[in-house]
C-alpha cells in the first residue's frame, strides 16, 4: 500500500482533475482543453484517477436520511459581524446552512445582531462580542460547534480583536477546527503565534490578505509569480495549517501538497464572495474531519474539504452569472448553492 503522503500526494493532484471532470460533463468542452485551463498539473492523468478523486470529495458528504437527528450534519459558528460589517456574517452562516449544515450560529457585537436576525429567521445570533465576558459566552457553546469561522465582518477594533484572541485559544484548547477569514487573518499578521501549529486551522486569504500574511511570516521573499510555492512556503512558516489563498486560480497547501482549483466561476468580483466561501468551508472541514480514512484514502480532509469549497463557490459564481450578469451579487451566488451543490457533486 502507498504511504499517506505519497497516497495523498497523487491523490492530491487527481483531485483537482477530477473536480473538473464534473464541469465537463456540463458544460462539454474538450477534455484536454479543459483540464489545461482548469488545472495546472505535473502529469497526466487518466480519466478513472479523475473519477475517483472526484468520488473523494463525494465521499466526505454525508448521507441525507431518516436516522438523524438535528445538528448532526453541522453546527457551524461564526465570530463576526460589527457596526460597520453585518452583511459578510450573514453570508457566511447562511452559505454554511445552503450547503447542508443543520443550525449556524452568529457572535457579533451588540449592535449587529438586530441588523443580522432580521436578514433571516434561519440563523441563531449572539450579542456578546463587545461583551467583558465575550470569551466565555462563546466558550460555553464550542462543545455544540463542529466548526468555527472565525473574521467574517469582524472589522478591526482592538477590543474586538482581543476578544478574538481569547475565542480562538479556547477553540484550540477543545480541538475544535477554525477556518480563519477576513478581519481574523489581519489578527493572525500580527500575532501568528495564535494559529502556528494547530493542525485543524484553515486560512483563505484574499490577495491582500496573502501579501499581509506573507509580509509578516515569511522572512526572505518568494517568487511573487510563484503562487504555488508562495502558498506551501506560507502554510510550512505557519507549522502546515492548511493555506488557501482566493484569486483567479485558488491556490491551497498544508505545506506539503499544492492544489490549485481554477474551476470556471466568472469575471464578477461582487464583495461577499469569500464570505460565502468560508462559510461552506466551514460546514465541509467538518464533513472531512468525520469522513472515515477509507473515504479520503489518505489526502489531506482539509485540502479535500478547501478543493470542494472553492470549487462550489466558483460553481455559484458561474451560474448566477449566466442569469444575471453584470449585476450578479453575492445574494444571487447563494440562490445557486444548492443547484451548483447537486451538479458538482451529486450527479
Ligand atoms: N457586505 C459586507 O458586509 C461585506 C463585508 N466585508 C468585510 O469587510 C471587511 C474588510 O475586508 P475587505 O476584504 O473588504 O478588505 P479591505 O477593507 O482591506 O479591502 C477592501 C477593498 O479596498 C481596497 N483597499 C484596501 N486598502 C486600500 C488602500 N489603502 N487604498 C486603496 N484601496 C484599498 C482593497 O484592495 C479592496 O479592494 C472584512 O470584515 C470583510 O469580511 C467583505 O467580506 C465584503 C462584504
Ligand atoms: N480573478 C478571479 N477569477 C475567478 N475567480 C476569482 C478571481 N478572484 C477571486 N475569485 C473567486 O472569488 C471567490 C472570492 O475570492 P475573493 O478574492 O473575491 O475573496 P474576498 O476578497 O475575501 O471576498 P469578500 O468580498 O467576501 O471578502 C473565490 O471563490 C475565488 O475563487
Ligand atoms: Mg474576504
Known amino acids: 500500500m502507498a504511504t499517506r503522503a505519497g497516497a495523498g500526494a497523487v491523490v492530491a493532484g487527481a483531485a483537482v482533475v477530477a473536480l473538473l471532470s ?31 478523486t472526484l468520488q473523494l470529495v463525494r465521499n466526505i458528504i454525508p448521507p441525507l436520511t431518516t436516522k438523524k437527528h438535528k445538528g ?29 449544515a443543520d443550525l449556524s450560529h452568529v457572535f457579533c457585537t451588540r449592535e449587529a445582531a438586530p441588523v443580522i436576525k432580521s436578514y433571516s429567521p434561519e440563523l441563531i445570533v449572539h450579542p456578546v462580542l463587545d461583551s467583558p465576558s465575550a470569551v466565555r459566552d462563546v466558550e460555553t457553546w464550542l462543545p455544540r460547534l463542529h466548526a468555527l469561522v472565525v473574521g467574517p465582518g469582524l472589522g478591526r477594533d482592538n477590543v474586538l480583536l482581543e476578544n478574538v484572541k481569547g475565542i480562538l485559544e479556547a477553540s484550540k484548547a477543545r480541538d475544535v477546527p477554525i477556518i480563519i477569514d477576513a478581519d481574523g487573518l489581519w489578527l493572525i499578521a500580527q500575532h501568528p503565534a495564535l494559529i502556528h501549529g494547530y493542525r485543524k486551522a484553515v486560512l483563505t486569504p484574499n490577495h491582500g490578505e496573502f501579501t499581509r500574511l506573507s509580509d509578516a511570516v515569511l522572512r526572505d521573499l518568494v517568487n511573487g509569480s510563484d503562487h504555488r510555492e508562495a502558498v506551501r512556503r506560507l502554510s510550512q512558516a505557519l507549522g502546515n495549517v492548511t493555506v488557501v489563498r482566493k484569486g483567479e486560480r485558488d491556490v491551497m497547501s498544508d505545506g506539503e501538497h499544492v492544489l490549485e482549483c481554477a474551476h470556471e ?8 464572495q469569500g464570505d460565502l466561501m468560508s462559510g461552506a468551508l466551514g460546514v465541509l472541514v467538518h464533513w472531512a474531519l468525520h469522513a472515515s480514512p477509507e473515504k479520503t484514502n489518505g489526502s489531506s480532509p482539509l485540502l479535500l ?43
Do not use: W
Open 305 to 347: 474539504a478547501a478543493l470542494g469549497a472553492c470549487s462550489l463557490t466558483r460553481q455559484c459564481s458561474h451560474q448566477a452569472f449566466q442569469k444575471h450578469g453584470r449585476s450578479t451579487t453575492t445574494t444571487d451566488m447563494i440562490a445557486e448553492v444548492g443547484p451548483a451543490f447537486r451538479r458538482l457533486f451529486e450527479t
Open 72 to 100: 448532526q450534519d453541522g453546527r457551524i459558528g461564526i465570530v463576526g459581524g460589527c457596526q460597520e460589517y453585518t452583511g459578510a456574517p450573514y453570508f457566511a452562516a447562511i452559505s454554511a446552512l445552503k450547503v447542508g
Open 265 to 272: 466561476g466568472s469575471s464578477r468580483r461582487c464583495g461577499g
Open 22 to 52: 464534473a464541469a465537463l460533463a456540463l458544460y462539454g468542452p474538450p477534455l484536454d482543453a479543459v483540464l489545461r485551463r482548469a488545472f495546472s498539473l505535473h502529469k497526466p492523468h487518466s480519466i478513472t484517477d479523475m473519477e475517483n
